[in-house]
Structure formats: C-alpha cells, structure tokens
C-alpha cells in the first residue's frame, strides 16, 4: 500500500529582499531548512522563522469551495496574461489567499512545479477540486503554448458556472427557508403557547368551539409525540442521503421527479441544457474530440437523467452518429438546441454556437428563478397567515363566545 506523502507545515517568516527591505509571510513547507531554501530561491533571505502556532481547540479548517476554484482560475489566467512567470504567479496567489487550506493547495501545486512536474500533473494530485475537464484543458494549453488563453475559457467556464449553480440554489432554498421557519413557529406555538390557553379555558366551564378543540388536540399529540416527528425527520434525512449517494435508480427517480415538478422542473431542465451547452462549447474549444469530452459533460449537467443521456450521446457518436442527431434521440433537448447544434457542426464553428445556447438558457434560468421568487412571496405570506393566523384565532375564539354569552 502506497504511503500518503508528508504533510507540510506553515511557518512564519522575516527577512530581506535583494534590495535589503525587510519583508515578512508565511510558506509551507515539509521542514524549516525547505523552507529557508524555497525563500532563498525568491531573493529572500530568511533572519527568522517558526511554525505558525495552531489554535488552542483546533479551530475551524475551512474548507476549498467551487467558488474558491473560480477565483483560482481568474487569478491565473490575469497573471499569465500580464506576463507573470507561472511559478511566481502561485507565489502571488497563494500567499494573498484567506483560505488557508486553497493556499496551501496552491503551495503545493507551485513545489510541484517547482520540482519539475507539468501544470496539468500537479493539478492531477488533487482530484477533488480540479476534475478531469480542468486538468485536460491546461494540459492542452501547456502542450499548444496556449496555456493563458485555456486558463481564461477554463476561468470564464468556471464563473458562468457557479453563477448559474447560484441561481439555482436561491430558486430552491429560499421557499424550502420560509416553510421550515413556519414549520418551526407553529411547533413553539403548539407546545408552548397553546397550554397556557388550555388552562385559561379550562375555568369557562363551557363548550370550546370545534377549531379551539381541534387546534388544543393537535397540541396534546404534538407535546406527547413531539420526539418522534424529530426521529421521523433524521430517519429520512439519513434513508435519503444513503440512497441517494448509493442508488443510481433512486438518483434517475429523483431527478427525474424534479423534472415534472411545475416552474421548478423548468429551471432544473434548462440548467442542465446550459451546463452541457457551456461544458461542451469550452472543450470544443480547446480542441478536445466529442467523444473523449462527453464524459466530462456529463458529469457537469447536474442532473442523473441528462447524465444518462450524454453518456448514450457519446456511444453513438463513437459509433459514427452525428451529434445532433444522438441529442435528438434522446427526447431530453429543445427543437431549437438541436437546430443550433446542427448549423455549428455544418458550419464548423459548433463551439460559437454552443456558447450561444448556453447564454440563452443561462438568460432563461435567471428570469425563471426572479420570476419564481416573486410568485413563491405571495404564497409563502399566504401559508405563514393560515398557519400562524389559524392558531391565533382558534384561541381567541372562546373569549369572543364568552363575551357574547356575558
């Protein structure tokens, strides 16, 4: 079994640049003489140095986020097109960053470099964060003398993707928010709020109105049972999480499910399609053959029904199928992706026209997702009032009859 490599440690350092100004940072490093010898390399000279000292508790180690990779990838491309040395273009990133853990990837990717390993093989080692389409893409920027203009569509990739990851995030969270708080407020009511009524209307002596009992009996079950509607929920997030991260089937049911889902079903879809379209359109791009980049795709989609369907596009390309034909035989793309598609491959500019589909749906997505919000407002209001409302006015009822009856 191989060993996992050494891990590095951060130190602190101060000393002198070539012009004799003082300077100080920080450097990872597997010991203090790599370190002082690393410094050294870029004209500094080291008079002090040791580990940066860890919290008390441990801390909290953040973590490196898509997002962190966007940024990342910009970073690089704004370097290498301003003529900075890609080694030094690691040194400047790396010792700017505010995630610890991004910097220290990054240092390491630069030690790797350093030791002699291309780009695109120091990129390999860290599997999680740079999937195959990043690392096929700056190996063939390194291999064509294009690595700034792969790392600029690999940056532009990355941004236009996490945008659209964003958007489709608040279309879902934000409604799934608001209805757990009310979910949340009414179960602080039933339990709480609710008895302290029960005992006032215990002394009336009278009968209680059928919305009072009703409102009084749901409290009673929910103060007796209220730990199993707990359990009842960490049981499904558990089943849930397990299938859907060991089911293939349960993730194509899911989400094809989400697919049928009105106006949500919608966003989900023509995301998927402005994934395929942007992935596709950047390996086009870079030159890399349909069949080896449909792999990539995909992955990218987001979407287990769509990824299904890719991986049959790429079986019947390599059996010679054009490509728009193979989308069309899947039943999954618009009428007009297909058309789009089929002018790019007669045309041979299929990457122009695959950044074209991509702006659109991205546009569609982005309407959907405000046009979503403001109708989910109103009815969201509505829910919280018959929620909320129905319980103020089933405990208030009785004090009104009891006016009535005095």
Do not use: C
């Not at 919290?55 to 490196?64: C, D, N, R, V």
């Not at 010792?95 to 291309?118: C, F, H, L, R, Y």
């Not at 700056?138 to 600029?152: I, K, P, Y």
């Not at 293939?248 to 049928?260: E, P, T």
């Amino acid at each position: 079994m191989a060993k996992n490599p050494p891990e590095k440690i951060e130190f602190l350092y101060e000393g002198t640049d070539r012009n004799g100004n003082r300077v100080k940072g920080e450097i990872f490093a597997l010991n203090d003489a790599l370190a002082k010898g690393q410094l050294r390399k870029q004209g500094i000279n080291p008079l002090r140095m040791k580990k940066k000292p860890q919290p008390l508790f441990g801390g909290k180690t953040a973590k490196i986020t898509p997002a962190d990779i966007a940024i990342f990838s910009r970073q690089m491309a704004t370097m290498m097109s301003s003529g900075v040395p890609l080694v030094q273009s690691f040194d400047i990133i790396g010792q700017g960053n505010d995630n610890p853990a991004m910097a220290k990837m990054i240092m390491d990717i630069k030690s790797d470099v350093e030791a002699g390993a291309t780009f695109a093989n120091a990129l390999k080692k860290f599997p999680m964060y740079f999937d195959p389409l990043f690392v096929n893409l700056v190996e063939a920027g390194e291999q064509s003398g294009a690595l700034e203009t792969m790392l600029d569509k690999l940056a532009t990739y990355k941004e236009k993707t996490e945008a659209l990851k964003a958007k489709v995030k608040k279309a879902m969270t934000y409604p799934i928010a608001v209805l757990v708080v009310a979910f949340i407020v009414t179960v602080i009511l039933l339990i709480f709020v609710v008895p302290q009524f029960q005992e006032v209307f215990s002394s009336f002596g009278a009968e209680l109105p059928a919305m009072t009992l009703f409102v009084i009996g749901l409290s009673e079950f929910m103060q007796a049972y209220w730990w199993m509607f707990v359990a009842a929920i960490g049981v499904a997030i558990f089943v849930y999480k397990h299938f859907n991260a060991k089911s293939a089937k349960f993730r194509n049911w899911k989400d094809r499910f989400v697919l049928k889902i009105p106006v949500v079903g919608e966003i989900a879809e023509k995301s998927a399609i402005a994934r395929f379209a942007r992935t596709l359109e950047t390996m086009s791009a870079a030159g890399v053959p349909l069949v080896e980049a449909m792999e990539s795709v995909a992955g990218a989609t987001g979407n287990n029904v769509f990824y299904e369907a890719t991986l049959k596009i790429r079986d019947e390309i390599s059996s010679g199928t054009q490509l728009q034909t193979a989308m069309k035989n899947t039943g999954l793309f618009p009428n007009m992706v297909i058309q789009m598609v089929s002018i790019g491959e007669e045309a041979g500019s299929l990457d122009h026209m695959l950044s074209k589909v991509a702006d659109f749906y991205e546009a569609e997505v982005d309407n959907l997702v405000d046009n979503l919000t403001s109708l989910m407002e109103p009815m969201i209001m509505a829910v919280l009032g018959v929620l909320v409302g129905g319980l103020i006015v089933a405990m208030y009822l009785p004090i009104f009859q009891l006016g009535n009856v005095v």
